[in-house]
C-alpha cells in the first residue's frame, strides 16, 4: 500500500471504537425483537414504529453533534461523550423488563450513538486525504461491520450458556467500556485548539452557506431519503427469518452473523473499488441494487435456508456500501468548515426517511404479511435507483 493511502493511527483506533461499541450493541440487539415479540407481547406495528422512531432519534442526534463539532472544534469530546452515554444505557436495557422502561433505555442508546457518529465520521475525514478517504471509511466500516459479526457470535453462545436474556444482556458493557478507553487514550482532534483555535472566534454558519451546498450534495441526499425510506428494519427481517425457519433462540444471532459478514466484507471493497472509480454513482446503483435483490430473496426464501442465508448476506453488503461511501461522499462535497453540518443534514434527511419507513412498513406487516413489506421496499428502492440511474447519465452524457 502507497503512503498516501495507509489508514492513519487516529483512523485506527477510530475504527476499534465502532468494532467494540457494535460489539455491544449486538449481543442486546440480536435478540432485542424477539424479546420484545415474544416475552413483551408487542406487535408488528408498534415495533416498526419504535424501530423508526429510536432510529430517528438517533439519526436526528448526528445532525445536533455534526453542528456542535464544527461549532467547538472539538470533535473527540462529542465522540467519547456519546461512547459514555452508550455504556450508561447497557445496564439499563439489561435491568427494564417493561416496554415503557426499555423504549427509554434504547432511546439514550441511540441518543448516544446518533451523539458519536457524526463526530466520528468528520474525525476519519480530518484525518484522511483525497487518496485515501474512501479506503479509511471503508476501514471504519468493516471494523464496525466485523464488531457487530463478532457481537452476533458471542450473543448467540451466550443465550446458549445462559438461556437468561437478562444475563445475556448484562455482558454487553464489558465490550461498551473497552470503547470509552479506546477514546480517551488513543483518538485524537486532527487540530488542537491550542494551536489552531485560541483567540480565533468561529464563524457563524449562515443559511445561505446551506443553500449553496453542491447540486451533487442535494443529489445524494435526494436518493438517500428515498432508499431509507424502503429499508426493512432489521429487526422485521430477522423476526421474519426466524418464523419463517421456526428457529431456536440461540441460533438467531447466526443470521445477524451473515448480515454483518456482507457488510464488514462490502464495506472496506466498496472503499477500495470507490477510490479507483471516476464515476462514484456507479458504486451507489450497484449497493441499490443488492438491496433490491435482498428484497426479492427474502420474498422466495421460505422453501429454501440457502436463499435465506443469500438475503441476510446481500442485506448485509448493501448496508456496508451505504455506510461506507454515502458518509465519505458526502463529506466530501462540503467545505471544511461545514463538514459536521453537511454530515448533520444528510443524517437528519435519513431520520425522517427511517422513521416514515419503520412506520409504513411495520404497519403493512402487521395488516397484511410480513413479506408484503419485502414487495413494498423492493418498489420503493426501485424509485431511488431509477433516479440515480437518471442523474448519472445527465451528469456525465456530455
Not at 450513538?113 to 479506503?135: F, H, M
Not at 425522517?352 to 413494498?376: M, N, P, R
Request: proline residues 2%.
Amino acid at each position: 500500500m502507497s503512503r498516501n493511502n495507509r489508514i492513519p493511527s487516529v483512523i485506527k483506533a477510530v475504527g476499534f471504537t465502532s468494532f467494540f461499541i457494535n460489539t455491544s450493541t449486538l449481543i442486546i440487539f440480536s435478540f432485542f425483537a424477539i424479546y420484545l415479540k415474544d416475552e413483551l407481547h408487542i406487535n408488528l406495528s408498534k415495533l416498526g414504529f419504535l424501530d423508526g422512531t429510536v432510529e430517528a432519534i438517533s439519526y436526528s442526534m448526528k445532525v445536533f453533534s455534526g453542528y456542535l463539532s464544527d461549532l467547538i472544534c472539538n470533535r473527540k469530546i462529542l465522540l467519547l461523550a456519546g461512547s459514555v452515554l452508550l455504556l450508561i444505557a447497557k445496564p439499563l436495557e439489561a435491568i427494564c423488563t417493561k416496554f415503557v422502561p426499555l423504549f427509554c433505555a434504547k432511546s439514550m442508546e441511540r441518543l448516544g450513538n446518533g451523539l458519536q457518529s457524526t463526530p466520528r465520521d468528520a474525525i476519519v475525514c480530518d484525518w484522511s486525504n483525497k487518496e485515501n478517504k474512501n479506503i479509511c471509511f471503508g476501514f471504519r466500516q468493516s471494523m464496525a461491520s466485523l464488531g457487530s459479526l463478532i457481537g452476533a457470535l458471542l450473543a448467540s453462545l451466550l443465550f446458549y450458556h445462559f438461556r437468561d436474556f437478562q444475563k445475556v444482556f448484562w455482558c454487553s458493557c464489558i465490550p461498551a467500556t473497552i470503547a470509552v478507553l479506546i477514546v480517551i487514550f488513543f483518538v485524537k482532534n486532527k487540530h488542537s485548539i491550542s494551536n489552531n483555535q485560541v483567540g480565533k472566534k468561529h464563524e457563524k454558519i449562515k443559511l445561505k452557506d446551506i443553500k449553496n451546498l453542491s447540486k451533487e450534495y442535494w443529489t445524494l441526499l435526494s436518493v438517500a431519503g428515498i432508499y431509507n425510506v424502503a429499508k426493512i428494519t432489521d429487526s422485521m427481517s430477522i423476526i421474519y427469518v426466524a418464523y419463517v425457519w421456526k428457529l431456536n433462540l440461540y441460533l438467531v444471532p447466526l443470521f445477524f452473523a451473515i448480515f454483518h459478514i456482507g457488510a464488514s466484507v462490502s464495506a472496506y471493497s466498496a472503499g477500495l473499488i470507490a477510490n479507483k472509480l471516476k464515476k462514484i454513482e456507479t458504486i451507489f446503483i450497484v449497493g441499490i441494487t443488492i438491496f433490491i435483490i435482498a428484497d426479492i430473496l427474502f420474498i422466495f426464501c421460505e422453501n429454501n435456508i440457502f436463499i435465506t442465508i443469500l438475503a441476510m448476506f446481500c442485506l448485509g453488503a448493501y448496508s456496508g456500501i451505504a455506510n461506507s461511501i454515502f458518509p465519505a461522499q458526502i463529506s466530501g462535497l462540503v467545505p471544511d468548515n461545514l463538514r459536521g453540518t453537511g454530515l448533520g443534514i444528510y443524517n437528519l434527511a435519513c431520520a425522517i426517511s427511517l422513521l416514515c419507513g419503520g412506520t409504513l412498513l411495520g404497519f403493512i406487516a402487521e395488516k397484511s404479511q410480513i413479506v408484503t413489506s419485502f414487495y413494498v421496499s423492493a418498489c420503493i428502492a426501485s424509485l431511488a435507483l431509477i433516479f440515480l440511474t437518471i442523474y448519472r447519465y445527465l451528469k456525465y452524457k456530455d
